[in-house]
């Protein structure tokens, strides 16, 4: 979808400082390499950083959002619990954002991902690629089809299990504008376990992750349905792993 509209531009709402988790985390061992040894610095945007690059909605696909088919050989399809997961990208007034990429990625059914590097000894399903995009449309919405990928095990600890989980990634206007989350699912008895999850400070975050089940807009033989808002900034902003400072 083409656009000729200009993005909104004009001052920002001030950061939430407390709203994102600590950097450093010793129960989420990853943290402890990571997190910065000195204090923050900030640093204003440049103009290049945000006006620049673009990228183009031409070059989508038609079925770049539709996980179930987008990696299949013809006439078959990926396995698994087939879920359509929508929403609205909401700016901190609750507006809709236009034209804004969205990437996903996410493990298969098993809780395996296609990639050299994952060990985990669940099978790969040969009809699923794992991902996809989408652009939003002019009132800020976005739908992606997909099965619900499985739990797995990772090496933070002796008997770790991350939760149900779709990665997100939304891609703004300017080169700077690039923000990535993730998302659960109503319900999921590991979210309390998970060490990633034990980081976020308080329980209005982690419910801002937590995508609700809605059977009303359900496909009635096919797929479960889950809708999932995503909020750009202001207090009730999803939390995002690359907003570290705060949102």
Same mark, same amino acid.
């Given at each position: 979808m083409t656009r000729n509209n200009p993005p909104e531009t004009g001052s920002f709402f001030p950061r939430r400082m407390t709203w994102h988790p600590p950097a450093y985390a010793p129960g989420y061992k990853s943290t402890v390499a990571r997190s910065p040894r000195?204090?923050?610095?900030? &640093?204003?945007?440049?103009?290049?950083? &945000?006006t620049g690059p673009v990228f183009g909605h031409e070059i989508l696909g038609d079925d770049d959002n539709d996980l179930v088919h987008n990696f299949a050989r013809p006439g078959e399809s990926a396995i698994g619990e087939r879920i359509v997961v929508y929403g609205r990208v909401l700016d901190e007034r609750g507006i809709g954002v236009a034209g804004s990429l969205l990437e996903f990625w996410q493990a298969n059914a098993g809780g395996r991902y296609r990639h050299v590097k994952d060990r985990y000894r669940a099978p790969l399903d040969p009809n699923f690629g794992g991902c996809g995009r989408t652009v939003s449309s002019e009132d800020g919405s976005y739908e992606l089809r997909t099965i619900k990928p499985g739990p797995y095990p990772w090496p933070n600890g002796p008997n770790d299990w991350r939760p149900s989980h779709i990665h997100f990634s939304v891609f703004g206007h300017g080169f700077a504008q690039r923000l990535i989350t993730q998302m659960y699912f109503q319900g999921d008895p590991l979210i309390p376990y998970c060490p990633i999850v034990g980081t976020i400070p308080t329980k209005e975050a982690v419910d801002g992750l937590v995508a609700a089940l809605d059977m009303s807009n359900s496909i009635p033989m096919d797929a479960i349905s889950y809708k999932f808002d995503i909020v750009l900034r202001g207090r009730r902003s999803t939390m995002f792993e690359n907003r570290r400072e705060g949102n």
């Open positions: 000195l204090a923050q610095i900030s &640093l204003e945007n440049s103009l290049g950083d &945000l």
